[in-house]
Structure formats: structure tokens, C-alpha cells
DNA sequence: CGTTCGATTGAGTTATCTCAATAGGCGTGG
DNA sequence: CCACGCCTATTGAGATAACTCAATCGAACG
């Protein structure tokens, strides 16, 4: 039924992720593509949730680039999280019914669309499957751990490093680097608030990372010359992407 | 029964958080009640968790201070969040099944004991409670966003101030704010290691706060003098928090 | 009563920011 | 097809928030 297929594609990236991880039943995979409402496509540049608005319904990313941000009163940004094809966005959102920040959509974005309705159906008939969508939040939470370190402690050409790392390494899961290359469709200021520093200033270490034959951005492409190197000066350790599958 | 007594204690204070959010049943408080294992005593400035460490039970904190942080290669540390009691620490490590950083206590603590085991049960036969957990979990991870604009985005000021106004808001829902005090057990070390700064200039950022009338932190006690001016420089807002209890 | 740890303060340094100017790329409309 | 305008990237120069180093002081502790 075409339906279900396109529903079966709309999950796909997810499962792939969970995959990464743990084992995931032919029933359950059935159960999260069932669980697909709509599936929509939004532009560049928009609001996909408003921060503390009622919610519903949960976005599942199945193509393009969104982010998570906070703003300050004098208008500063802060970019919390990045993500990518396959990362349930909101997840969090079934828990929380509403958000304490805003998601905006960097790249056009196709989004699937899961009613929070079916997401209790599956805590309630998919216990393990529950746990496994637990565990996505989780990561989340770990990416944002990793960020508070970076941001906390360490220079800001580590900073712009360690970015350019973790994004190298889940672009790589969801098949999106090619010859140490992957798409990177921001701007210098977009890298500026999710690393808390200046466009003027990632703009120099961007330059510094070049010279120095680690990474190169440019055109919204990121091309690693030197992994060893890049994640040497970053301190990047990838432990905390929890990629590798449980025991059992 | 005396067991069931102190297992009762021991989850009282995560049953008020709970139930400042969501209702919570009798079957449902005993369900936590009954899943408690050993409660056990440590001593000030030891790891509780080690990151990277398979683990098979939770620890809840019945009393005391713990905190989360991690270190990078020259020593410098960075403080992820602080946990009070009532905080199911590393509940999170029930789907990740070990931690990426590490659980440090900073007074002697009582702590709770919640093997794996268990919280696979109440998965199962309570999903509502589940969800609870679930959602305990993303307010952690609410926390850790906050701080990553805070560390960002925020001025040196308004990050001390901002940490000593959360702190008053979760201290206050356990029941230890009074006459506008509240204990808080840190160095200013600490206090640099969770504001992204450094020790001397925490002290020179305490000292305005404290010249200019809107808090002061001394002898591991806060005292807030201006509530609103405090709130207003920090440009905090509690909803993150997630305070409101849920429709339904 | 010496030792240690945390708090405090001064003085000089530096990483990062701000302001500002220039240049490149791209789409639109004449 | 060219010209204009806008957005992003780049670079220079000067400003400043936060850091480093270092000394003093007080309290706790054995």
C-alpha cells in the first residue's frame, strides 16, 4: 500500500538510528511507521515549534537540517542542538507537551508527523520500543552535556573543531559523508551561536582550521584533511554518540 | 513494615517532584516505593558513577548535593548540573545503560539504590509511571539547554546569577528556601566549574552581586536581597522548569 | 600552633568581541 | 544581459571581558 510505504520511508532514517543501538522487532519497526501521521515539507528559515505551545503531535526528520535555539532579550542567539535526517526532533515534546525553546527548520525540511496519541499507544503495547524512543531523547541530552562542555571549557578554535567532529560522525551514520566530505548548509553566524561565539570570530578560526590543514567549510561543505589532527586539537572522543549496540 | 518505611522515605522526595507536575497514584507510588533497593551513605567529594562504567541500577538522591561533571585532558572541569534531593540522578543511565561523565557527591549523601531490573518492570506494568520517569529525564535535559545559553550567550554576571536564581526556584519546590535562604554546599570553585569561569572571577562577580544588593553566597548559604532584580539581571525565567502541573 | 583550603584583592595579560570597511556571490528587475 | 541590492565571508584595528599570576587573609583542623 502506498501508504504504509511512504509512512516505511518516513521512518526509515529513525530506525536506522535505533538500529545503531539496539535490536528493533520487525513489529516494532511496523509499529513506529504506523504511528506516521502526515508527512509535510517547510521551507528554509521557519518556526516548525514555537516554544511554550501546547503540543500534540511529535516531528520526525526525514530530510534536511533543523535546529533548536533559545534567544536572549538584546536579540543573542543560542543555538542548542543540530539535527539531522532520521533524528526525531521533538520527541521530548510527548513527555513535556510543550517546549521551553524553539525549532527552526536551516535547510527545506521534510518532516513526519507522529500524534502524541500513538506514541502513548506504543508505551503501552511496545514496552522495549518505548525504552529505545527513551533512549533517543537521552542522546539528545548527552549531545547537550557535550556542548556544555565545549562551550564551558574549551578555546573557541576547539570549540569550532569539536563541532566540525560530532557532525562528521552523525552525518557518516545516516550515509551523508563521502570522501571525508559531508554537507554543512549554515552560515558562519549559525556556527557562531551554536559554538556561543562571534561570526567574526569563527570566521578566524575557520581560517585557522584551513591553514592548519585540519578541516576546510566552504560553499556548505565540510572536507576533513586530517580526522587524526581535527580531533586531536578538539578533544573529541565519540563515546558519547552511545554508538555502540547494547549487550543483548 | 520497616523496609517499606524507609523505601517510603527514600522516594518521598521524588514523589513531590512528581506530583508538582503530574498525578501520581497510590499504586504508582508504591510501584517506585517497592523497586527501592539498598539505601546507602557516602562521604563528601566522591564519584558515585564513573563514566564509561556498565551499570545496572539507578541512584536516587535522598540527601545531599551531587553533581554531574567532566574533565578535559589539562584538568579543567566542567560541572554539567547540580542534583538535590529528590533527584533520580542518573536515571537516564536506565536506557543508556552507563554514563558519558561522571556523578560526583559534594556533601555526604544518602542515596537510593533503583536496580535496572526494576524500572524494566514498571516500564512494562506501568507505563503511565514510565512516562513520569521519562519525563523526569527530559527536565534534566531542559536544565542542561538552559546552561548551554547561560555558559553561550550569558555575561559572567548574569550566568552567577542566573545558576543562584535556579537553584532558589529548586530549592524552594524541596522545601529548604526559608526567609529567602537556602543552603548551597560549594567552593566557588564549584561555582566557576558550573558557570563556565574561573574561580577569581566568580569572586569578583559575587562581590557585585552582593555591592549592587541582590544576593549574597557566603558560608554555603544564599541569601537573595531583590528577588525581581536578581530574576531581571539573569533574565531568568522559571518555565523551563517546567513547574506547571499537566492538563489532565 | 602550624598547615591547608577557600576567599579576596591587585596588577598585568590575552582571548574574544566590536566596529568598520571591503569583497564575492546570487537573485531580481529593468 | 547588466546593474543593483542583499547576504555572507573576510580582514584590520582597537576595546574589553575574563583570565593568569601572585600575595594576603581567615577559618578549620589536627
Redesign the pocket.
Known amino acids: 500500500m502506498n501508504l504504509t510505504a511512504s509512512a516505511g520511508q518516513a521512518v526509515e532514517g529513525l530506525v536506522r538510528k535505533l538500529r545503531a543501538r539496539d535490536v528493533l522487532s520487525r513489529q516494532e519497526e511496523e509499529a513506529l511507521a504506523s504511528s506516521v501521521g502526515e508527512v509535510k515539507e517547510v521551507g528554509p528559515g521557519r518556526i516548525l515549534v514555537r516554544e511554550g505551545v501546547s503540543l500534540s503531535e511529535c516531528n520526525l526528520l526525514v530530510e534536511g537540517m533543523v535546529c533548536r535555539y533559545k534567544e536572549l532579550n538584546d536579540g543573542q542567539r543560542q543555538i542548542l542542538e543540530l539535527h539531522l535526517s532520521g533524528d526525531f526532533v521533538d520527541l521530548h515534546s510527548f513527555p513535556l507537551k510543550r517546549l521551553e525553546h524553539n525549532i527552526g527548520s536551516l535547510t527545506p525540511v521534510r518532516i513526519a508527523i507522529i500524534p502524541h496519541e500513538r506514541l502513548k499507544r506504543i508505551t503501552e503495547e511496545h514496552p522495549h520500543l518505548a525504552r529505545m524512543l527513551w533512549f533517543s531523547t537521552l542522546l539528545d541530552a548527552a549531545i547537550n552535556r557535550e556542548w556544555i562542555l565545549s562551550i564551558g571549557r574549551r578555546?573557541?578554535?576547539a570549540r569550532v573543531a569539536h563541532l566540525l567532529s560530532e557532525l562528521h560522525v552523525r552525518m557518516g551514520i545516516i550515509g551523508l559523508v563521502h570522501d571525508r566530505r559531508y554537507p554543512l548548509p549554515l552560515?558562519?553566524?549559525d556556527l557562531a551561536d551554536a559554538t556561543?561565539?562571534?561570526?567574526?570570530?569563527v570566521?578566524?578560526m575557520?581560517?585557522k582550521l584551513r591553514d592548519e590543514a585540519l578541516v576546510t567549510f566552504?560553499n556548505g561543505e565540510v572536507t576533513i584533511h586530517d580526522w587524526d589532527g581535527l580531533q586531536g586539537l578538539a578533544e573529541f572522543d565519540p563515546t558519547y554518540l552511545y554508538l555502540e549496540r547494547r549487550p543483548r
Chains 1, 2 share one sequence.
Open positions: 578555546s573557541a578554535l552560515t558562519q553566524t556561543g561565539l562571534t561570526a567574526v570570530h570566521n578566524r575557520l581560517k566552504r
